[in-house]
């Protein structure tokens, strides 16, 4: 019998709550948004990786959780691009600015990658996803979506680096994937499912 009841993911994303929920609904817990938990607080990211940015995420929230009886999950993401040395990485939201319109963002890795070979061009999309327990004991997962960056904005579903990221064995952008598809083959839907295993054996 798992010694919670509760899970509070720290994120105010609504989208994200969906394919959260959707996931780890075999899970005999009530799954909660911060804003849902009656949570607000923002926890500086200064790690080097997507772990310590999740884990320090996790534990920032944690501390503001009363209940005795509640998980508290957190994730980082972003895309690493080999040749760029894994750049924007756990920049991605910052990189060129927050507020930047993703146009820019994406034309400007595409103009920084002018010239590169398919072979060189491979990226991937990163997700940790880190689970503080009512006990202070932790843990961490990280999955990856591989594919390669292509040479043009293409695409009209998804979000942020989605219109330059081609996936590996679809030759399209995963802004051109039905967005169910995407979510079976996502970063972030790899690391709830191994995260959902994670909290199966507590
Ligand atoms: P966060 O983990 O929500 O902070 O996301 C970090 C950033 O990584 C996002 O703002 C996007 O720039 C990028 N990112 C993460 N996952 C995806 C994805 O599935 N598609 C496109 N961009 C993504």
Redesign the pocket.
Known sequence: MAAFKKLIFA?G?EG?MEEIRQILSGIDAQILSMKEAGIEKEVAENGTTFEENALQKAFGIAEEVKEKDAVVLA?????EIDYLGKE?GIY??R?LGRDTP?SV?NQNLLDRLEGVPRQQRTAR?V?AIAAVFPDGTSCVVRETMEGYIGWEIVGEH?????PI?CLDGYECT?AQLDPEV?NQL???GKALRAMRDQLMQR
Do not use: E, I, Q, V
């Open positions: 994120t994303n994200k994730d980082d993401s972003g895309l924007p991605s939201a990189y993703y963002k999309f997700c998804g979000f942020g680096y989605d990221f995963t995407k996502s970063h972030r």
